[in-house]
């Protein structure tokens, strides 16, 4: 049995910013929150947040 994996969703510029030389991309990336589409209540997402490690407090 394998172990769940954990949801990685990244933004275009964190996918990229993990390559070597591209590191500093991950400061242009602007999808810290969730947006919910309109009239969902917030339970339909229209763009997922950045899941990438850099948006973490504290980092």
């Given amino acids: 049995m394998t172990a769940p994996t954990e949801d990685k969703t990244l933004s275009a510029e964190c996918t990229v910013g993990e390559e070597p030389g591209y590191e500093d991309l991950h ?22 947040r950045c899941t990438c490690g850099c948006h973490k407090p504290g980092s």
Wanted: glycine share 4%; net charge positive; hydrophobic share 30%.
């Fill in 27 to 48: 400061t242009w990336c602007r999808q810290t929150k969730d947006v919910p589409l309109p009239h969902s209540n917030g339970e339909i997402l229209l763009v997922r």
